[in-house]
């Protein structure tokens, strides 16, 4: 066996799955308060109200069609590297350690749920790039807490341009439509509750159009979880 390396830098740590003393100390991990909704988290306490009856202004506008997303991460340039290792460079054996983060970020979300699937990849990316790192999430988060996962629950009917530099009301016309439940798997969804899973949410369009997509389809309801998200300062 190799010895364990930390998920970030690869410096030597004790064990496997985990991240250094420094790397620890440089991400930010999401944690409350945050918007009962989307996961925002509240760099100050908004009111003495309960955790779960806050609510961002973001969601107060234009609440999302999902009912709660949540994050491990905040994703920013500490926890970039991470991310993006897993996402490009056959970091597989990260899945596990990430679920593992996913799981407590998202219990409530998990215990609630009756199916878990990955927002998908268009086969023409997923050719390029050999693996959907969103499907490795769900597969393992699906292991770890025995929600039932449904890999190919949604298609992407296109493939939809790089989101990267887009505004938030383009990334929304860009997604629009782009998801579908697959023919054949409405009928498993139909009444079910159904935990979303992405590796990186940045304005929340592509999780929001395929929350639209499963509850067109019958779905009872739709969380989110992610390994990181971007978090508007
Ligand atoms: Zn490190
Ligand atoms: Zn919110």
């Not at 202004?57 to 997303?69: K, V």
């Not at 890999?151 to 997604?175: E, F, I, Y």
Request: with cysteine; net charge positive; aromatic share 6%.
């Amino acid at each position: 066996m190799l010895p364990p390396r930390c998920l970030r830098c690869g410096l030597l740590v004790e064990q496997p799955g985990t991240l250094c003393v420094s790397c620890w100390t440089d991400v930010s991990f999401v944690t409350e308060p945050l918007c009962g909704h989307c996961g925002l988290p509240f760099d100050h306490d908004p009111a003495p109200a309960k955790a779960d009856a806050m609510t961002c202004g973001a969601c107060l506008r234009s609440p999302p069609p999902f009912q709660r997303a949540r994050a491990v991460l905040r994703y920013d340039e500490a926890s970039r590297p991470l991310v993006l290792s897993f996402k490009h460079a056959d970091r597989t054996e990260a899945a596990g350690a990430f679920a593992q983060w996913m799981e407590r970020a998202a219990g409530e979300l998990i215990a609630d749920c009756d199916l878990i699937a990955p927002v998908p990849l268009h086969w023409r990316r997923l050719f390029a790039r050999r693996y959907n790192q969103a499907a490795l999430l769900a597969q393992a988060l699906s292991l770890r807490s025995g929600l039932a996962g449904m890999p190919d629950l949604l298609v992407r009917r296109r493939a939809t341009p790089s989101q990267g530099r887009l505004s938030a009301d383009r990334r929304r016309r860009n997604v629009a439509g782009a998801f579908a439940v697959r023919a054949g798997r409405q009928e498993a969804l139909r009444g079910r509750r159904l935990l979303l899973v992405d590796d990186v949410m940045t304005t929340g369009a592509t999780v929001s159009a395929c929350a639209r997509a499963a509850l067109a389809a019958g779905a009872r309801g739709v969380d989110v979880a992610v390994l990181a998200r971007a978090v508007r300062s």
